[in-house]
């Protein structure tokens, strides 16, 4: 009898209260600066975004993805077959039976949580997550034995009469109350299952919709800059200080995290012991929003770093208090932890937004960051040289000259390897491919800029702007179909970040790296080139991060390198896996110290493969692997690869 | 970003941009053997220095532009006739393909010649003063003559500018003609044409005018010019500025070569080409000071042998070219290698100047060190590439120059290379060479050797003497024999080396024997060893006789090396005799007689010494060749058709080859062949391994 009211009113109350949490829980999230979002189309698309982008992520790991399925769509279609048949008392036989397969299906997905919890790897967080599938048993089981009468398996009377049933009758009650409390309350109220909430709210309002169904793009929107005339902003800060100045959909975002530590596994600062993790930044980040401090965290700290020290409030300033700004610059920007995260969080946009507190209102860029940022800003070019300087390389190379010819088929983007010996290698390798191929091809020589990739990363978005501008101003004279690029930073800024500064200057004008290119060419005919010779040695291919996770290039240099008949020994991280040289966003520059060196880290995964040389596609991925001590395989840019392999015209016949 | 990148800024000369501060710069290759013509192996020398980054290469040294200025001592090019100018088509072409540049140096050399060949033509200068090195007698220039040169001049530049080269630069160094013109020392006329500042100036000046008037503007016209001849009757530094000024004030010379020292005696042509007795760079502060006084760039070599030479010159701003001629003749890949941070790898020049004594003999210019450096186009590479064939275990016995470039190739080859040395240190007899007062820096070439050796991961066993056993337990499957020789003392028993009367120069400069205070050196050989011997006991305070039977001591020593030995040994007081035969030495009231005979007359004299020391070159170390000689399957044997045309030597070609069954391959090379030289030691090793 009593059961018969308890249970409605039980699950009533704990969705209300679960209403208020959500309603509390939003609060926290609306302390954020305003963004616009297109509510409605967000939420249509949640559905298609949840299923396909996230479970596309999640799928990488299938034995976690096929017990989420059972254990998150047997609770989802349980909770709303519960609210039917338990609190609105629809008395259906098929409903109940639903119910019972949908607890079914949720209880063998549970046991497998359980099995995962009991000798759980380092990376998952313990704590409140190790109760969860207790709950979800509980959940389940509970459930099952509420609606087996009106199943009809059991007589109605099995919830009614005699003494034994109090008993039956308290028991079920509280462990009604205990799993709605995790299912519902904690939902809202900050309980494990807080993810399913934030994390469906997260993917309609995200931030960067464009990434779902596999859209390029960069999540770093331009700082409104307050030096700007009739700007908005005037007097306000430049960047992140406060969980108040993130956006709102921002720190929704951060409170989508499960805590699964996958970014933790693959960050290569974390690895090399290095004062970040990505995880516990996000946990802090909502310490930070929500209040509080980080003694509840559960998870691996900071390397070296104590937990339960750090106090967040939405209008404290981060860096004082709640994490230190070492963490911040740890960061290569590798997105390594972005391509892992099931629930789509943009870790390294949010430190971006952060570092740009540090280096444009405080001037906090550490180590060599003020010095490069200087240089950037006195000659366009991180390391200070002569920008007259900017063309030597190419004194013997025959370039036409933008300036001179106006219009071409192609503009070689050269970036700032013009002024380093080692990079100018690269460049003379793929000039040699472009002279073999007949390209219609030309440079900007000394008009050209750093594309701003480095002062960007910095935080210093005042100059990334100015070079952009500046940049677009000066391709704005000129026409040319497509801008090729050997460096995957600088493809990076001009294909995805050069956007919204009013300028039509790449309208039309296809971005490519340098490979996509070379095997454009060779699948025409353009280019011929002889099988490489390997000796015996082995070959693997090192993804850059910008080339391959920011702009999804995992083919081109491969099907290059199966095009001179090598066999690439693939390592282990490779692909959107790939780890990080350490060079990307001002690492090396910032150089905030750690244990090992990633670099040193991504080489023994090349020689874990018996590779000899590795092929790379990028500059900065060149000179980290470079900087490894010998012995150590060689490395090459596949543009070097591809250089040495062009078959020589015949006796008599004239280049 | 690179320590060099000094090194890297382009520059433009005239409207010539020059991608880098290099330069090769004008010497006498003498591979112009065609009758004057750029040959195969002239276009491939350049095309190598092109492909490895030179900036800039100044060709053929003193080719001449008149038919009365002869070309074929020395092999130089001949622009006297349009048949050139399709030969500078290719030689562009080459240079052009890889992003060099070249121009040629022109010139009449006026007396600086001979008169006994070719043509038989009078020589001229401008009061008929006869030179002393080339015993150059000549006539007084006429007027008539002088109008014909100047025209001779235009037409020579007009032939490389329409033969496609990037300039051309006037030579009024060395004792050229327009030198000579400038010389009070070589020029005593009265008339317009001398005299005054501006008359001995007019004939280079008419030149200047007449071949811009025909090259137009733009072309490139450089003038070589000498900083100072060191002469006291010749033009000082003073002197030089004036004369670079008042022609750079036409604003028709395009960059200034300069050059220390005059050369018309052989004490002065010595400084022309230092030699490793020589600091480095040793006139810059006259290049510096011509720099001083005109407004176009100047070029200057000299002494200037590594990368971070040339950039300390460059980043004082001394100059804006630093010419790396012999840099280049050592490595023609200098530049690649600074680009390729391979800075060790680089082979560096050491001053023997093997090069330019050769040229001075006639003879084509070689590298001590370096075989491959003009033999391009005989297919013999600077760059070995890695064997695509089967890895072969390599032993090379002895590790003196001819063993380690052995050991080097076939390193580079991939092949597993052990290098077996019976001394506590690598290189050889380059090592005794090093002993001698200003001889140290011949070590270099050994070093380098012994660099590459250890970074192509050959293994070394020093103190090992290999016998027959050791080889045969290393079962090699070639076996290199580079055992070099011994001081050859007992050819005449009479010397009494058997009993201990006379020492070998070997015993005195690796310090074996202690100096004696009264010494006799017997030199049959007249090259390096016995001058050295002599230069190092003079400087441990002997006194020395220096005796041969030949025509002068240090006769085999080239005309750039020889003033250098002779500027110490005469400072030292060491008494040089000639014509005198060792007949025999004997012991007497503890002293030690030397018995010797004049070779014309027969008259024997005798002297008293303390110490008698023998250079009779050496015997070949042969025992442990025919120990293994009849167990190989080539018995020692090396084909000379194929080594002679750089081809593979057939037994390596023989497929059915397999050394179970027929022992290994052997070959011996260097001085334990017969008594040659460092360079053919290394031609040998070089040709042979680079096809194992």
């Known amino acids: 009898m ?72 047997g609770f989802v279609l349980a909770m709303a077959l519960v609210v039917l048949v338990h609190l609105f008392g629809i008395e259906s036989k098929i409903l109940a039976w639903m119910l019972l397969g949908a607890l079914t299906m949720m209880f063998c997905g549970a046991l497998f949580v359980f099995k995962r919890r009991i000798n759980p790897p380092s990376r998952l967080s313990k704590g409140p997550w190790m109760r969860l599938p207790k709950n979800l048993l509980v959940f389940s089981i509970t459930f099952f034995v509420l609606t087996l009468p009106a199943a009809g398996v059991l007589p109605e009377s099995f919830t009614l009469g005699a003494m034994g049933n109090w008993i039956l009758t308290i028991v079920l009650s509280v462990l009604v109350l205990l799993s709605l409390s995790e299912m519902l309350f904690g939902m809202t109220w900050g309980g494990p299952m807080k993810h399913a909430f934030a994390g469906a709210l997260h993917l309609a309002f995200h931030r960067r919709p464009e990434r779902f169904g596999g859209g390029r793009s960069t999540g770093l929107k331009a700082v409104e800059l307050a030096s700007d005339s009739n700007s908005m902003t005037f007097g306000k800060i430049h960047g992140v200080a406060k969980p108040s100045d993130f956006k709102w959909n921002q720190l929704l975002g951060f409170d989508a995290c499960v805590q699964c530590g996958r970014c933790e596994a693959v960050c290569p600062a974390f690895a090399a012991g290095q004062p970040l993790n990505p995880k516990k930044l996000i946990q802090d980040m909502v310490v930070g929003f929500a209040g509080g401090t980080d003694e509840k965290y559960a998870g691996s700290p900071y390397p070296n770093k104590e937990v339960g020290k750090a106090k967040g409030g939405v209008d404290q300033i981060i860096t004082e208090g709640l994490i230190s700004s070492e963490t911040l610059w740890s960061c290569t920007t590798c997105r390594a932890c972005v391509e892992e995260c099931p629930m789509m969080i943009e870790h390294v946009d949010a430190i971006v937004d952060m570092r740009r507190f540090l280096t444009l209102e405080k001037g906090e860029t550490p180590n060599k960051g003020a010095q490069v940022l200087e240089n950037i800003i006195a000659t366009d070019n991180p390391n200070g040289h002569s920008p007259a300087s900017r063309t030597h390389w190419a004194a013997d190379q025959n370039l036409k000259v933008m300036k001179d010819v106006k219009q071409v088929d192609v503009l070689f983007w050269v970036s700032d390897g013009a002024f380093d010996m080692r990079s100018q290698r690269i460049l003379r390798s793929f000039v040699k491919l472009l002279k073999a191929a007949n390209v219609d091809v030309a440079i900007l020589g000394d008009e050209e800029l750093d594309s701003g990739d480095v002062a960007r990363r910095l935080g210093d978005d005042a100059t990334f702007q100015s070079l952009a501008k500046r940049n677009l ?183 | ?144 003559e002088m109008w014909r040169v100047i025209g001779d001049f235009a037409q020579a530049a007009r032939r490389a500018k329409e033969g496609g080269l990037d300039g051309v630069e006037l030579s009024a160094v060395h004792q050229h003609l ?85 050369c018309d005696t052989h004490n002065t042509l010595a400084n022309v080409i230092p030699n490793m007795s020589y600091p480095p760079e040793p006139f810059l502060h006259l290049a510096a000071g011509i720099k001083d006084v005109v407004n176009v760039p100047v070029i200057h070599a000299q002494n200037i042998k590594d990368p971070n030479q040339a950039k300390r010159i460059l980043e004082a701003g001394y100059v804006d070219f630093v010419g790396m001629t012999r840099a280049h003749i050592a490595d023609p890949h200098f530049i690649a290698k600074i680009k390729m941070d391979q800075v060790d790898q680089i082979r560096q020049c050491v001053g023997a100047n093997y090069c330019i004594d050769r040229q001075y003999q006639g003879l084509d210019v070689l590298c001590v060190q370096n075989a491959a450096t003009s033999r391009e186009y005989m297919g013999l590479p600077h760059i070995i590439e890695k064997t695509t064939g089967q890895i072969r275990n390599v032993v090379v016995v002895g590790g003196g120059p001819g063993g380690l470039e052995a050991a080097r190739v076939a390193a580079e080859r991939g092949h597993k290379v052990t290098l077996i040395e ?87 400069l690796s310090g074996k024997v202690e100096p004696g205070k009264n010494v006799l050196i017997y030199d049959t050989i007249c090259e390096f060893s016995g001058m050295s011997a002599a230069d190092y006991l003079a400087s441990k305070g002997s006194l020395v006789e220096l005796v041969t039977d030949d025509i002068k001591p240090g006769v085999g020593i080239g005309g750039t090396t020889f003033p250098t030995y002779y500027r110490s040994l005469y400072e030292k007081e060491v008494i040089m005799t000639s014509d005198m035969l060792l007949e025999k030495v004997y012991r007497e009231d503890g002293k030690l007689v030397a018995v010797l005979e004049n070779e014309y007359t027969a008259q024997q004299e005798e002297r008293v010494v303390d110490q008698v020391v023998v250079e009779n070159g050496t015997k070949a170390n042969e025992e442990l060749y025919y120990a293994l000689k009849e167990s190989s399957c080539n018995k020692g044997q090396i084909d000379n058709e194929a080594l002679f045309d750089i081809k593979p030597q057939p037994v390596l070609e023989n497929a059915s080859f397999d050394k179970n069954d027929n022992g290994m391959i052997l070959w011996r090379l260097g001085d334990c062949v017969s008594q040659r030289n460092i360079h053919a030691a290394m031609f040998d090793a070089l040709r042979l391994c680079k096809d194992l």
């Open chain 1, 2 to 73: 009593i059961l018969d009211w308890l249970l409605p009113t039980l699950i009533a109350v704990l969705l209300v209260l679960a209403g208020i949490g959500a309603v509390r829980r939003a609060n926290l999230w609306r302390a954020g600066q305003a963004e616009k979002v297109d509510v409605i189309a967000g939420l249509m698309a949640m559905p298609k975004r949840y299923l396909h982008d996230l479970h596309h992520v999640v799928e990488r790991d299938k034995y976690m993805s096929r017990t989420h399925v059972a254990t998150g769509g």
């Open chain 1, 473 to 655: 101003a000066v391709l704005s004279q000129y026409q040319f179909n497509k801008i090729v690029t050997t460096d995957p930073h600088a493809f990076h800024c001009l294909k995805n970040e050069y956007g919204g500064f009013g300028s039509d200057a790449l309208k039309g004008v296809d971005v490519l790296h340098h490979t996509t290119f070379l095997n454009q060419l060779i699948k025409e005919g353009r280019l011929e080139l002889d099988a490489f010779a390997s000796n015996g040695g082995k070959v693997t291919y090192h993804d850059p991060c910008y080339l391959g996770r920011y702009n999804g290039e995992y083919e081109a240099p491969r099907e290059l390198l199966a095009s001179l008949g090598i066999k690439i020994a693939e390592m282990e991280r490779s692909g959107y896996r790939s780890r990080c040289c350490g060079g990307g966003g001002g690492a090396p520059i910032t150089d905030i110290p750690g244990e090992r060196r990633i670099a040193d880290m991504r080489m023994e995964d090349v020689t874990s493969t018996g590779a000899d040389m590795v092929a790379v596609g990028c500059q900065q991925c060149t000179a980290m692997l470079e900087g490894v001590v010998e012995p150590r395989p060689v490395i090459r840019d596949i543009a070097e690869i591809l250089a040495g392999q062009i078959r020589e015209p015949k006796e008599g016949e004239r280049v």
């Open chain 2, 1 to 144: 970003m690179s320590q060099y990148d000094v090194l890297f800024e382009p520059l433009n000369i005239n409207k010539l941009t020059i991608r880098n501060r290099i330069v090769s710069t004008a010497h006498a290759e003498v591979y112009a053997t065609d009758g004057g013509m750029t040959t195969e192996r002239y276009i491939k020398y350049y095309e190598e220095k092109a492909k490895g980054g030179c900036g800039l290469c100044i060709c053929g040294g003193s080719s001449v532009v008149s038919i009365d200025s002869p070309n074929s001592w020395w092999s130089s090019v001949n622009l006297s006739t349009d048949r050139i100018i399709p030969h500078f088509q290719n030689l562009a072409d080459a240079v052009h393909k890889h992003g060099g540049k070249i121009m040629i140096q022109i010139t009449h050399m006026g007396r600086r010649s001979r008169w006994d060949g070719e043509n038989w033509p009078n020589l001229m200068s401008p009061s008929g003063i006869r030179e002393p090195v080339h015993r150059a007698t000549c006539k007084t220039i006429e007027v008539e």
């Open chain 2, 178 to 262: 327009i030198d000579q013109f400038w010389s009070p020392r070589v020029n005593k006329r009265t008339d317009e044409w001398g005299g005054t500042f501006e008359g001995r100036m007019k004939f280079g000046m008419e030149v200047l005018k007449a071949v811009r008037a025909e090259v137009g503007p733009d072309f490139v016209v450089g003038m070589r010019i000498t900083g100072d001849e060191f002469h006291p009757d010749g033009l000082n530094h003073d002197d030089m500025k004036q004369i670079a000024k008042y022609y750079d004030d036409t604003n028709m010379v395009d960059y200034f070569g300069v050059v220390g020292s005059g």
């Open chain 2, 422 to 508: 019976k001394a506590p240190e690598l290189g050889g007899q380059i090592t005794l060479a090093a002993k001698a007062p200003q001889r140290d820096q011949i070590a270099g070439i050994a070093r380098w050797l012994v660099m590459e050796v250890e970074r192509l991961g050959v293994e070394i066993r020093l103190n090992t003497e290999a016998d027959e056993n050791l080889v045969k337990e290393l079962n090699p499957d070639v076996c290199i024999l580079t055992t070099g020789g011994r001081p050859f003392l007992d050819q005449n028993p009479a010397w009494g080396a058997a009993e201990g009367l006379v020492v070998s120069t070997w015993d005195i």
